[in-house]
């Protein structure tokens, strides 16, 4: 379609119902529906996702869809982004979180569930199906944790340097 003409596609993945899931390298993320007719104006739109901006700024590169059927979004400067089918952000994975560095060249799902992430600088493992998230204080401000604790929806963290709050969407509380 004319629509992509001037934007550089980095990935087409079946998206719903006569749906794909269109990546552009600095334009975002399209859905474009194949049942609409073409004379109507609401064949491609916009994914309705917080990360789009992330998307546009940090340069897509590859996406894949997950047999659970989330997403997996690499880019050049900011790692991998794990979305639901709908768009909805699930974790951003990058240096500052853990990755070896942000270049993201190619992504694989073992038979496992494993998401493997091709790097400019090797090769990395994350384990989706494990339910334990890591946060790596990368400035130094969280100082040693002693106890942690969730309530009424924020994840309670105790260190020497005093008690840290953080509101957990991932916890069913």
């Known amino acids: 379609t004319a629509f992509f003409e001037d934007k550089k596609v980095v990935f087409i993945l079946p998206y719903g119902n006569d749906e794909l899931l269109i990546g552009t390298e600095q334009s975002g993320v399209y859905v474009f529906d194949n049942s609409v ?4 104006n ?37 790692g991998v ?10 974790f951003h994975l990058n240096r500052q979180t853990g990755l070896p560095d942000n270049t ?9 569930g494993n998401l493997w992430l091709g790097l400019e600088k090797g090769v990395a493992l994350v384990n989706l199906n494990n339910t334990l998230r890591f ?39």
Request: hydrophobic share 30%.
């Open 37 to 40: 007719s073409p004379q109507k």
């Open 42 to 78: 609401n064949k491609i739109k916009k994914w309705k996702s917080p990360w789009q901006t992330d998307f546009s700024v940090n340069q897509l590169n590859k996406g894949i869809r997950l047999s659970n059927g989330d997403f997996a979004l690499a880019t050049i400067l900011s």
């Open 81 to 90: 982004y794990i979305l639901d089918k709908n768009g909805q952000p699930k």
């Open 104 to 112: 993201v060249l190619s992504l694989a799902e073992d038979q496992a």
């Open 135 to 173: 946060y790596r204080d990368v400035e130094g401000e969280l100082g040693t944790v002693y106890t942690a604790a969730q309530f009424e929806g924020h994840l309670y963290v105790g260190t020497n340097r005093g008690v840290f709050y953080k509101k957990n969407t991932n916890v069913n509380s």
